[in-house]
């Protein structure tokens, strides 16, 4: 397993910071202050982090690159969901629908890296469609 050296996560965290400065006020909303928005924004850094040290070394179309790439544009996808959520119930966004989230978005790359290796109706696909819906529905639960 390759490390990423801190100032690898740091460069990340500054370049992440930055351009997500340019686009909010100096008060962070009560979302961005959020459990579940701080635990979604730790797994976004680290796969940001992970892109920058590997993306040298392999090209965009290695397993390893479009994996972290698949987890990453999920967790995108999944956080408008959070940003979609009232000032009024933000109290729903707890550390463990963070976690929840995180999990759905992993469970999505890992769809995603059995779709290129199998066909829709093989069994290992099905299984990983039926854990993705499950998680699926525990996040809309929350959020409902």
Do not use: C, W
Request: charge should be positive; aromatic fraction near 4%.
């Amino acid at each position: 397993m390759r490390h990423i050296f801190p100032s690898v996560i740091l460069s990340a965290i500054l370049a992440f910071s930055a351009a997500g400065a340019d686009a909010q006020s100096t008060e962070p909303g009560p979302i961005k202050s959020s459990p579940a928005y701080a635990e979604i924004l730790l797994r976004k850094t680290e796969l940001t982090a992970e892109i920058a040290a590997v993306a040298p070394d392999y090209t965009d179309t290695n397993p390893r690159i479009l994996d972290l790439r698949n987890e990453l544009a999920a967790i995108d996808r999944l956080l408008l969901r959070v940003f979609a959520v009232p000032p009024a119930d933000t109290a729903r966004l707890t550390q463990a629908l963070g976690k929840l989230i995180l999990k759905q978005a992993a469970l999505e790359a890992d769809l995603a890296r059995l779709s290129r290796a199998y066909a829709a109706e093989h069994p290992e696909v099905k299984r990983a469609k039926r854990r993705l819906d499950a998680f699926d529905a525990a996040v809309k639960e929350i959020l409902k």
